[in-house]
T-cell receptor, first 118, second 117 residues
Framework: NAGVTQTPKFQVLKTGQSMTLQCAQDMNHEYMSWYRQDPGMGLRLIHYSVGAGITDQGEVPNGYNVSRSTTEDFPLRLLSAAPSQTSVYFC?????????????????FGPGTRLTVT | RKEVEQDPGPFNVPEGATVAFNCTYSNSASQSFFWYRQDCRKEPKLLMSVYSSGNEDGRFTAQLNRASQYISLLIRDSKLSDSATYLCVVKINSANAGGTSYGKLTFGQGTILTVHP
């Protein structure tokens, strides 16, 4: 199993450019999510999905879009990059607790994408 | 006030030392508690869950005090390989803007540990 994979590992964007961060998992996890990690802030949830076709906002969704057309893939789109979006982005996946839409306690994280917006 | 607060450190300890990290959380409705470990420039990985009765995994002991809203992690006989950032994580059932309930994980900013020879 490759686990959770993310591409690219590094990216530099100019303000106003758009791009898509890719995330894929091969563990048949229903739950997938995107976090950003900034110094002194901890990881903050951007968007999450509890299955194909279902997405919802986390605590910092502004400026980001997501879609979930398959169980395996959960891309994160920046439509118009801003310097405030300079961060490390982690994708994570897990099973959901039976009968709920809540993630099980262990999240498996991808290796991260380091994004700089100038 | 941050929802989950940790002393960021850094903690610099010699091999073999015992070191303890503390974490406090503000939401009394928090339901589940964890410690994750994050190596430099790597992704976080689950270290252990934290149970009310306290739990141990080898050299690592986690404690939870719900009344004080306080979590701790004790590392005994520190190894060089224990050098990492330790993230305190709290899970609470939350609702998004649309009213859908989900298990929200809130991460502390992490405590940096460096174990030296």
């Amino acid at each position: 199993n490759a686990g959770v994979t993310q591409t690219p590992k590094f990216q530099v964007l100019k303000t106003g450019q758009s791009m898509t961060l890719q995330c894929a998992q091969d563990m048949n996890h229903e739950y997938m999510s995107w976090y950003r990690q900034d110094p002194g802030m901890g990881l903050r949830l951007i968007h999450y999905s509890v299955g194909a076709g279902i997405t919802d906002q986390g605590e910092v969704p502004n400026g980001y879009n997501v879609s979930r057309s398959t169980t395996e893939d959960f891309p994160l789109r920046l439509l118009s990059a801003a310097p405030s979006q300079t961060s490390v982005y982690f994708c994570a996946s897990s099973h959901v607790l039976a009968g709920t839409k809540r993630s099980s306690y262990e999240q498996y994280f991808g290796p991260g994408t380091r994004l700089t917006v100038t | 006030r941050k929802e989950v607060e940790q002393d960021p450190g850094p903690f610099n300890v010699p091999e073999g030392a015992t070191v303890a990290f503390n974490c406090t959380y503000s939401n009394s409705a928090s339901q589940s508690f964890f410690w994750y470990r994050q190596d430099c420039r790597k992704e976080p990985k689950l270290l252990m869950s934290v149970y009310s009765s306290g739990n141990e995994d080898g050299r690592f002991t986690a404690q939870l005090n719900r009344a004080s809203q306080y979590i701790s992690l004790l590392i005994r006989d520190s190894k060089l390989s224990d050098s990492a950032t330790y993230l305190c994580v709290v899970k609470i059932n939350s609702a998004n803007a649309g009213g859908t309930s989900y298990g929200k994980l809130t991460f502390g900013q992490g405590t940096i540990l460096t174990v030296h020879p």
